[in-house]
């Protein structure tokens, strides 16, 4: 089985085919493409971008991220626990908000500092 891709891993958006049963990909221009293919087809992963309430202000949010990739198939329950959380103010930028989020190894931190 082939799975068609565009690699997003650097501007050039080179045209993946990744063979899946012989973990072999074709199309890419640098090692990283290959990576980036087998990966995909394997493990998805990405960054999460939202924010989080601010305790006792309305309509004022920090944005917040995850510090590394998480499993694609998290993402919704990933967003469920950000939305369940309110900060107190001062929060700076990287301030971990969420620990360990769903046991993934990854960390919820800050986008931007606000006071």
Known sequence: MEREL???????????KVDIENEKVTGNTCKR?????????????RVVTSTVKIKDIKNKMVP????????????FD?????????VTLPVEVGQVIIHNVLDT????VSAKTVK
């Not at 917040?64 to 993402?75: E, H, L």
């Open 6 to 16: 565009i690699c997003i891993v650097c501007p050039k958006g080179c045209h993946l």
């Open 64 to 75: 917040v991220k995850t510090k590394d990739a998480i499993p694609k198939g998290k993402i």
């Open 105 to 108: 190894g990854v960390d919820i």
């Open 33 to 45: 493409g290959e990576i980036y293919g087998l990966n995909e087809v394997k493990n998805p992963v």
């Open 78 to 86: 990933v967003m469920k626990e950000i939305d369940s959380v309110e």
